[in-house]
């Protein structure tokens, strides 16, 4: 009984890297370029366009990464469409408030590519009447599971074997490779790209735990197949940084209060979005299929008309 207890104890301070207890009101803004690699600094010729788009995050007390992918401009003179397309972080701690917030959206659609393990742990979403979430997993390696057996120790040294030494940076490269390699993975994004592409589908939402990685990788894909300048599409994916840094910081914070980690630091690799974990997922997708062309049509199986479908119901 007293393992249960520990193993649920531990798996509620591994929830915590998604779930959110105050409202981030001072984040409402990203700044315009937050956490843009310095090899991009050069890159003026967007600059003008970058410093006019705003990140649209949503507000919402128990979720800090949740936000309206629209908006953004694209190689081609055109624009995101607005209220069509949603990412976020689990949703299973939202308050009244929240879910009224939600229901404003008017969503249609609310795809979850968290595993059952985290499901189970962290709680099913928690949704506007008549809307009910779409399970998709996708693997995250056996991240959780580590996460959970880490913090659950209790041991310093242990959590420095498992984490420590370089191994959690090496543990999301590997994460973000099998966005690429695995068949399933690629079918449940696939899956989605064809429903967003879908004129009869209407506003869509999609989160994993944090908002960061499955969701990072989904959202760049998304936006670089609606013709989203590469930079724009980092500059989205690294902003989970500025929207998590003080729900991170907090749980980090937390852990050593309880005296379940002495080096909370540890998890920061895990906790973080990196340049180089997403240019682990792009190396794949050139080395597997030559090109993002490649990756979206041979990797995930999409054709010609889809692609047009998507640019066409995104873009305007």
């Not at 007293?2 to 959110?20: C, E």
């Not at 990788?217 to 929207?243: G, I, K, Q």
Request: glycine fraction near 10%.
């Amino acid at each position: 009984m007293s393992r249960i207890r520990i193993r649920r104890g531990a798996a509620a301070a591994v929830t915590a890297f998604a779930l959110a207890a105050l409202p981030t009101a001072a984040h409402a803004a990203a700044a315009p370029g937050a956490g843009l690699g310095a090899r991009h600094q050069h890159q003026h010729q967007h600059q003008h366009q970058q410093q006019s788009e705003t990140i649209r995050q949503i507000v919402l007390q128990g979720a800090v990464n949740v936000r309206d992918l629209g908006g953004y401009r694209t190689w081609t003179g055109g624009q995101v469409r607005q209220g069509l397309v949603y990412r976020s972080d689990a949703l299973g701690k939202l308050t009244d408030a929240d879910v009224t917030t939600v229901s404003g959206l008017g969503l249609t659609k609310v795809v979850d590519f968290r595993i059952p393990m985290e499901v189970q742990y962290d709680g099913a979403d928690r949704l506007p009447a008549g809307l009910a979430p779409t399970a998709r997993p996708v693997s995250d390696l056996g991240l959780y599971g580590t996460l959970v057996a880490a913090i659950g120790s209790g041991d310093p040294v242990t959590q420095e074997q498992m984490l420590g030494g370089g191994r959690a940076e090496a543990y999301m490269r590997d994460i973000y490779r099998t966005f690429v390699t695995g068949p399933e993975n690629r079918a449940q994004f696939a899956a989605t790209l064809r429903e967003l592409a879908d004129g009869r589908q209407g506003p869509v939402l999609y989160h994993c735990t944090s908002g960061k990685d499955r969701t990072g990788w989904m959202s760049y894909v998304l936006l670089r197949a609606l013709a989203v300048p590469e930079e724009t599409a980092e500059r989205d994916y690294l902003a989970s940084n500025t929207f998590r840094a003080a729900y991170d910081a907090r749980v980090r914070a937390g852990l050593k209060e309880s005296g379940r980690m002495q080096n909370p630091d540890l998890l920061i690799p895990l906790q973080e979005v990196r340049q180089d974990y997403l240019d682990s997922a792009t190396a794949q997708m050139e080395a597997d299929y030559g090109s993002f062309y490649g990756y979206l049509t041979q990797g995930l199986g999409l054709d010609l008309w889809t692609l047009a479908k998507l640019q066409d119901k995104l873009v305007r």
